[in-house]
């Protein structure tokens, strides 16, 4: 009898199980909460954006083999490549932000400061979206459906509100996508310890 094997699919729930362990919206919600500083005028954490780009790969590793490998096992996945993904996160970048460029510019018929700080919100909500639909087509996690709505009405909700501050639209957008994505890995993580629980060896009996 032949087996007809997916390894497409098989891919994907490997890496479904391994994002319901709650660390990419803990992740998300640290970086988000610092960078909302960098806007205060007070930007006290903002040299941490660099230590998490240098230590990312030591954090993801040291918090797995910690709480997720011990209960759902390790697998090693192919890697996607580094150099095509990063190439096309950069266009991705760079099209929302002249497409934007361009919206505020037949909008107001000006391009200001005060106009970015405005409608940033809606440009990291939409490569916020990006990212999501990415990590979608590799989890196939309807979760992410959720997060898309967030970041996007989020980004356009705060984008279209008027502050005194043009720089407090911003702030506050990611300090709240900062606590939503916080609580929602505090909850992900204690439901994947409840529902995946440490796996003995055996003989430890």
Do not use: C
């Not at 096992?73 to 460029?101: H, M, R």
């Amino acid at each position: 009898m032949t087996v007809k094997i997916d390894l497409n699919e098989m891919k994907q729930r490997a890496n479904k199980l391994l994002s319901q362990d709650g660390l990419m919206e803990l992740l998300m919600g640290a970086i988000l909460f610092v960078s909302s500083a960098s806007f205060s005028g007070k930007p006290m954490f903002t040299p941490f954006l660099g230590l998490y780009v240098v230590f990312l790969n030591s954090i993801l590793e040291g918090f797995r083999k910690r709480f997720t490998y011990p209960r759902i096992g390790y697998v090693k996945l192919a890697d996607d490549d580094s150099k095509e993904t990063g190439y096309g996160i950069l266009t991705f970048v760079g099209t929302a932000g002249v497409i934007l460029g361009l919206f505020i510019y037949l909008a107001y018929g000006t391009i200001s400061g005060n106009l970015i700080y405005k409608w940033l919100p809606m440009l990291i909500g939409t490569i916020l979206f990006g990212a999501f639909q990415y990590t979608l087509s590799k989890t196939v996690d309807n979760i992410y459906y959720i997060y898309i709505l967030a970041v996007l009405g989020g980004g356009l909700a705060f984008s279209l509100k008027d502050f005194s501050d043009p720089k407090l639209g911003i702030q506050l957008y990611m300090l709240l996508m900062s606590g939503m994505f916080i609580v929602a890995g505090i909850i992900r993580f204690v439901l994947f310890r409840k529902n995946h629980p440490v796996k003995e060896a055996p003989g430890d009996e």
